[in-house]
């Protein structure tokens, strides 16, 4: 069975530092990847995935991850965090079985507070 | 473009009472539609999931269940609710492929 580990539960960063927000993944086959993030009351907004090709994935609000193949490892970085980057953060695992409706496996949430 | 709309967005419910919220699609055909509760704290759990009318798989047994009686919509059902039903209910949609799933605003539901 796929998983995904979110080994942090709350990253604090200072304005204008860079952010790293940690997942990690456990899957049979090639995995295909998400970041989502949510804000207070809201649904999850889609950030980005890494599906094939290119290791270093670019996506939305200036945030981008790195998939590393042999660490197992998918994580959200962005080189100047800004205040309202804090929210909760999910990683996500799609599962890939014929038939399984691109259900998709999430991490526990990790809540970024970023501070003046 | 696509947009995604769940009803309502709060709920108060005494327990052993109905439940019927319901979330719609516009701007695609024939999506994958998805029902998660997010529970105090974080975690979202996969609760039904669909890929065309009338075609529901459950992922957790329990009291809710789920119908897709038109094609972007997706309707989440209790007949007696429980104090453990209380969360926030989440409904997405996605294409078919390697396409994201997008969320709706939530349901926050309340059982007293």
Redesign the interface.
Known sequence: AQSVAQPEDQVNVAEGNPLTVKCTYSVSGNP?L?W?VQYP??????LL?Y?TGDNLVKGSYGFEAEFNKSQTSFHLKKPSALVSDSA?Y?CAVRDRTR?G????T?G??T?LKVEL | SQTIHQWPATLVQPVGSPLSLECTVEGTSNPNLYWYRQAAGRGLQLLFYSVGIGQISSEVPQNLSASRPQDRQFILSSKKLLLSDSGFYLCAWSMKGDQPQHFGDGTRLSIL
């Open positions: 295909y998400f989502y009351n809201r649904g999850l907004q889609f995935k599906i909760l999910f038939g409706g691109n259900k998709l999430f526990t949430g809540q």
